[in-house]
């Protein structure tokens, strides 16, 4: 009789720890089944559709940054710092645009993880700090909107599929350049498609001005002027002065300018500032500056981007 329990609880014993493998290994499947593919971790959603064309099926796109959010001031939740420091790659934008943002990925980068600043590999211009001629029209920083310049896109798209061959354990290498030669051709599509665009646009109405400096690029790759900004700055955290929007509207004037482009998500509030600045009419037309909108919502992708501004600009510059 003690054999038979002496067996019995043998047995229960077995079983007791083949069951408490069974679970571990399953609870250590679950939480690190995303382990098992390699991650590329992006901070904005303009950047993020961009990489996700370029890595395809290839590995797990992760972007932190929500459809119609500002990079400006946007943030991270403790997930998501989280898996800045367990990604294979971080893809950011750099130069300053990811403001609460950046202290994360130089932690990322402190653990060891690989990280590419994308607007730095861009060639960056730097912008204005005044508006157009005026005492403080002096350059300023350097600008992080590097994708308003679709070639600089393609720049960075092949140097974002150089970093994933690189340091992205698994991949196929050979699909992912596929994927990037692909996606570049689209790009050139683009570029060739906005010169044709903007040939209509006359050489007396050339003339951009904006909520804040966000255009830079697209008017040095395009031939545009800026004349300046309501808010005087890279970014949207800061607050135009009176003395700034006295400045504009004298510059605004002189250049016979009466279309101003904002961000799709202020233009009303925008449009009777200036009105009550100018005293007159300001047509303030709506672009999507900064921020992917939800798929089906007018900007989902970084093509369907700039095919809506430079529709929308052109349009606006010619007319009457």
């Given at each position: 009789m003690s054999v038979r329990v002496g067996a019995a609880r043998i047995r229960a014993a077995l079983v007791t720890l083949i069951s408490f493998f069974i679970v571990a290994g399953t609870a250590t499947g679950c939480a690190g089944g995303g382990d098992e593919r390699p991650r590329v971790v992006v901070t904005t959603n303009i950047l993020g559709d961009i990489t996700r064309e370029i890595v395809g099926d290839e590995a797990d796109v992760s972007v932190l940054m929500k459809p119609n959010a500002d990079p400006h001031s946007f943030g991270l939740s403790a997930v998501q710092a989280a898996e800045l420091e367990n990604a294979d790659l971080v893809v950011y934008n750099g130069l300053g645009l990811e403001e609460n943002v950046l202290r994360h990925v130089e932690a990322a980068r402190e653990s060891g993880v690989a990280t590419f600043a994308a607007g730095e590999a861009a060639d960056p211009l730097t912008f204005h700090t005044g508006q157009d001629g005026g005492p403080e029209d002096e350059a300023g920083?350097?600008?992080?909107?590097f994708w308003t310049d679709p070639d600089r896109v393609r720049k960075a798209a092949g140097l974002i599929a150089d970093q994933v061959t690189e340091h992205v354990n698994g991949v196929d290498d050979k699909a992912v350049r596929n994927n990037a030669a692909r996606y570049d051709g689209q790009l050139a599509d683009l570029t060739t498609w906005m010169e044709k665009t903007f040939a209509a646009v006359p050489e007396n109405r050339r003339a951009l001005v904006t909520n804040h400096h966000v255009f830079g690029y697209l008017a040095d790759r395009f031939g545009f002027?800026?004349?300046?900004?309501?808010?005087?700055?890279?970014?949207?955290l800061a607050s135009p002065s009176s003395s700034d929007l006295r400045s504009l509207t004298q510059a605004m004037e002189k250049a016979g300018v009466r279309t101003v482009f904002a961000d799709s998500s202020q233009p009303t509030k925008l449009a009777e500032v200036l009105r009550?600045?100018?005293?007159?009419?300001?047509?303030?037309?709506?672009l999507y500056s900064e921020s992917l909108t939800e798929k089906g919502k007018?900007?989902?992708t970084y093509l369907e981007?700039?095919?809506?501004?430079?529709?929308a600009m052109a349009e606006g510059l010619t007319g009457d």
């Open positions: 920083e350097p600008d992080p909107h002027r800026v004349i300046g900004a309501v808010i005087p700055s890279g970014t949207t009550q600045e100018t005293g007159g009419d300001v047509d303030v037309v709506s007018g900007a989902g981007m700039m095919r809506a501004n430079t529709s």
